[in-house]
């Protein structure tokens, strides 16, 4: 099976379509009422994270099916997994996702072995913190890189270590719908993820999500 459903070429085309646009991905996606907001609001990706009950937004398995079967079709549903077997990760990518993307201490080997369980494409998230990073952001085997400061809530990197970064990345951390036109217009990033952003009282706030839209594509004009 090539992921989920039916959005193989969608997928496709939105991870590789060459248009200089920015792709907005609204994360942390666990209720019904988030899943609603999400399809109306059509964001380039829409991330729920997987098996990991430290967070708050955390769905299991059955949940993850439950959610990912409201959400429409044409939009790519990125399991967001942290240090999961590869098998949990590979069976779900199977049944249920269109991308994976890896948040935890995952390095090249684990990627490898994933690709060959799995047909659809992979995201690694990098934490920034120096140099050292931005050589392994480089180095990363997958199709593409999060830049990111940290699972705290609104925690931010220092955006210039981004600069030696020669690949498409998506950027995340302290996002906001506020401060996203400025990071597009700064760093001209592949994509940006929003979670604490798009949240109040730790609950996904329709305004801010649609806010955090509107903003990623009224900067990409």
Not at 100 to 111: A, K, T
Not at 122 to 127: P, S
Request: glycine share 10%.
């Amino acid at each position: 099976m090539l992921g989920r459903r039916i959005t193989t070429i969608v997928t496709h085309d939105i991870l590789y379509n060459p248009d200089p646009y920015t792709r907005v991905e609204l994360c942390g996606i666990f209720r019904d009422e988030d899943v609603a907001t999400v399809n109306e609001l059509r964001p380039d990706l829409c991330g729920f994270v997987v098996n990991y009950p430290s967070s708050h937004r955390h769905v299991d398995r059955d949940r993850l099916r439950e959610l990912v079967g409201k959400l429409d079709p044409t939009i790519p549903a990125v399991g967001i997994f942290v240090d999961q077997p590869l098998g949990y990760v590979s069976e779900l990518a199977d049944e249920v996702l269109d991308v994976v993307q890896l948040h935890g201490n995952e390095g090249n080997p684990y990627i490898t072995f994933l690709r060959e369980l799995v047909d659809i494409p992979i995201v690694q998230a990098i934490r920034m913190a120096g140099p050292e990073d931005v050589e392994r952001a480089n180095q990363s085997k997958a199709d593409l890189v999060v830049l990111y400061g940290g699972w705290q809530a609104g925690v931010a990197f220092d955006w210039e270590l981004a600069g030696g970064v020669c690949r498409p990345y998506i950027l995340a951390g302290a996002l906001t719908p506020q401060n996203l036109g400025g990071a597009i217009g700064r760093l001209a990033p592949w994509g940006v993820a929003l979670n604490t952003g798009i949240e109040t009282d730790r609950l996904n706030d329709p305004a801010k999500m649609a806010a955090a839209v509107a903003a990623a594509r009224g900067a990409s004009k």
